[in-house]
Every structure is written in C-alpha cells, then in structure tokens.
C-alpha cells in the first residue's frame, strides 16, 4: 500500500513538474468560435508563457545593441482559411532618465505584409523608474490552414536627452499568444 502511494506521488509530481516546465497552447474548445460556414466550429488556440527576462536594447552612443527574444509559435487550426492573433505582453520596464525605448512585436511567415504586428513599436518612457505595463498587438486575416506562425519582440532605444547614451531593459514578461479562425475570411 505504501510503496502504491509512493509511487503514484511520484508519477503525479513527474507529469505535474513536466506540464509545468512547458508553454500551454490550449485549444479553447469547439463552440467558442463561429466561423458562419456550417459544421462544427473551429478552435481557438491560446499559448501562455512565462518568461525570465525580455527584450533589451542600449546606446553608448552608437552602434545601438539590441537583444531579441522569441516568444514562441502557434499552428492556425486546419479548418481555418484564414486567422487573427493578438499577442499580449505584460512585463516591467526601464528607461534611462530623459530617454525613451520602443517595443515592437514581429511574426514570420509575414506572407505579403510587412513582419511587424499593428499597431508597430509602442512608445516607452520610465525616467530612470521600474514601471509595469501591459500592450496588445493584433494581426487580422492570416492564413490559417495549419500555417505555423512564430512571434518574437525586440526593443529599441533612443536618445532624448542628447548625452549619447540610452537604455531599455525588461524584466520577467508574461506572454499571450491568441489565435482564432477571422471572421473576414
């Protein structure tokens, strides 16, 4: 009996430590989006992750280095002809006094459109504090049909107050990758 609930602890904490050192992409489940083309609705697909450090970028004066970091990659559900993504990252920042630096979230395969999601880069301003915030980008009308798509942020700075130097740093982000089938298809 005991070496039964041993082992069980164990297979238990095994898979639970093994679910937990992944990214989720989770199907939201058939009913939560409807295409309008008859037959059962496709999924909607939603990718979570957490990650240690973000995107930085510094200035001394120049070149400007900049790091990126890849978010990770999504599959548009098979019965979608075409699908819309939203990627939301929740995470601290800071500037350097007097400067500013930029995110911006970019996809691949961009087909015919330009690699970077709408709105562009978002404009960041902490005067030396560490400040939370959260943004949201949004592509609408991507293929689908099972089309892997990867997202990765990058962040820029920029010299405001004319001494040559800027930085942006992030920390820990908090990453949301939705998908779901358009309804402009």
């Known amino acids: ?9 164990v297979v238990a904490l ?6 937990a050192a992944q990214a989720r992409q989770t199907r939201i489940g058939p009913g939560s989006v409807d295409t ?11 990718l979570v992750r957490n990650l240690p450090k973000g995107p930085t ?18 599959v548009a559900p098979m019965d979608a002809q075409a699908v819309d993504v939203t990627v939301t990252l929740s995470f601290q920042y800071r500037t350097s006094p007097g400067d500013r630096g930029f995110l911006l ?3 691949s395969p961009p ?8 709105p562009g880069s978002y404009p960041l301003s902490s005067q030396g504090r560490q400040i ?40 820990r982000m908090t990453m949301v990758i939705e998908m779901w089938p358009s309804a402009t298809a």
């Open 105 to 107: 979230v970019d996809f």
């Open 132 to 171: 939370s915030t959260s943004l949201t980008w949004v592509e609408r009308g991507l293929p689908g049909a099972g089309t892997e798509y990867s997202f990765a942020v990058s962040a820029q700075s920029f010299d405001s107050a004319g001494s040559g130097f800027s930085k942006i740093t992030t920390g």
């Open 1 to 9: 009996m005991r070496r039964s609930l041993a082992l069980l602890a």
């Open 111 to 118: 087909g015919d459109r330009t690699p970077s999601m709408r």
């Open 57 to 74: 970028a510094e200035c001394i004066p120049d070149p400007c280095s900049s790091k990126r970091v890849k978010l990770g990659s999504v």
């Open 36 to 46: 309008g083309l008859g037959g059962p609705p496709a999924e909607a697909i939603r």
């Open 14 to 19: 095994t898979v639970g430590l093994a679910v």
